[in-house]
C-alpha cells in the first residue's frame, strides 16, 4: 500500500516558538472533524502541533479504502506517515499497530466515537497547562535534545570506590 495523497501546510499560522515547542498529534477521521476511524484501516490521517496556547493543521495523509483484515503490510505506511508525532487519536487499535506505535514513541489514544478533533485539541493543550499525565510527560521529555553536558556535574563531585 501507498499514499494516495499526502497534503503539507508550508508556512502556516505555526510561529517559531511553536514550531519549538510545539507536539505533533494525529487523528484517524475522513472528514478532518472527528476521530471516526479505526487506526489499521484508516483512510485518512490529519497531523496538528499543539503547544499550551496555540493549534495548527500541518499535514493531512490519505491512504484510501482499507479492510480490518490483519493484513500487517499496510501499516508501514502508516506508522511512516506519522514520523515525530507523540500519539495518534482513532477509535480502536489492534494489538500489533499498539506494539509497532509504542516501538517508534507513538501513543495510541482509544477515543468513543465521534469525538471532535478541536475538542481534543482543547482538551490536551489544557492538559498541558495544568501539568501533563504521564504518557505526555514522557512524550516532551522525549521531544527534548539530549544535554552534552549531563554527565559534568557529576565528574565534577569526583568518584569513589
Not at 501507498?2 to 501546510?9: A, G, S
Not at 482513532?90 to 516501538?103: I, Y
Request: net charge negative.
Amino acid at each position: 500500500m501507498v499514499e494516495q495523497r499526502h497534503l503539507k501546510i508550508v508556512g502556516c499560522n505555526t510561529s517559531e516558538e511553536t514550531a519549538n515547542t510545539g507536539l505533533k498529534v494525529a487523528f484517524a477521521t475522513t472528514d478532518m472533524k472527528y476521530v471516526n476511524q479505526h487506526f489499521g484501516s484508516a483512510e485518512s490521517f490529519v497531523i496538528y502541533e499543539v503547544d499550551m496556547e496555540n493549534t495548527a493543521m500541518l499535514e493531512a495523509v490519505q491512504f484510501g479504502q482499507l479492510k480490518q483484515d490483519g493484513n500487517e503490510d499496510k501499516l508501514t505506511v502508516k506508522l511512516d506517515a506519522l514520523d515525530g508525532c507523540i500519539a495518534v487519536y482513532s477509535q480502536a487499535v489492534g494489538a500489533s499497530a499498539v506494539a509497532q506505535l509504542k516501538a517508534r514513541g507513538i501513543q495510541p489514544v482509544k477515543v468513543s466515537p465521534g469525538s471532535g478533533i478541536s475538542d481534543l485539541l482543547k482538551s490536551l493543550q489544557e492538559e498541558l497547562s495544568s501539568g501533563p499525565g504521564a504518557w505526555l510527560a514522557r512524550a516532551i521529555e522525549s521531544q527534548k535534545p539530549v544535554d552534552p553536558d549531563r554527565f559534568d556535574e557529576m565528574e565534577a563531585e569526583g568518584w569513589e570506590e
